[in-house]
């Protein structure tokens, strides 16, 4: 398995997933999801709602080999932040192998948009991810990362 293939994997069954049960709360107030698999080991630890911010790092065979920063906030009082948070995890969802970072280039549900724009490759990348409603921006996160 190489590392793209696990990352859809590891995204998909930790934050995007429906079921919340797989995250820990830590003493220091971070919320932390892991995933294993294939000699692969995945880690997504942030802390914070709104804002937020954190880390996903991928160790291969006990060494790290990838890792990525983000910070995002929902800016707008539209939309009950549940539902943005909801709709998020749905774009996620559809995370691609070509771009393992955050969710699709594009996604839309109902009057939601999901909006992502990165340059570079697994190896070194930025980007920015939006959420939109009824053609309003309401969350913005900012990422970058890359092999180690």
């Avoid at 160790?59 to 943005?84: A, C, H, R, T």
């Avoid at 990165?118 to 930025?126: E, L, W």
Wanted: aromatic share 18%.
């Amino acid at each position: 398995m190489n590392l793209s293939k696990f990352l859809v994997q590891a995204k998909t069954a930790t934050y995007a997933s429906e079921d919340k049960a797989n995250e820990t709360v830590l003493e220091d107030g971070a919320k932390e999801l892991i995933f294993e698999g294939n000699g692969f080991r995945y880690r997504d630890r942030y802390y914070g709602f709104n804002p937020f911010f954190g880390e996903e790092i991928v160790w291969q065979n006990y060494k790290i080999v990838w890792s990525m920063n983000y910070f995002g906030k929902i800016s707008s009082d539209l939309i009950p932040e549940k539902k943005v948070y909801i709709f998020l995890r749905e774009a996620m969802r559809q995370v691609e192998e070509d771009r393992p970072f955050r969710g699709p280039h594009k996604f839309k549900s109902g009057n939601f948009e999901y909006l992502d724009e990165s340059k570079g490759n697994i190896h070194s990348f930025t980007g920015i991810e939006r959420i939109f409603y009824n053609g309003e921006e309401i969350y913005r996160l900012y990422y970058h990362g890359g092999s180690v």
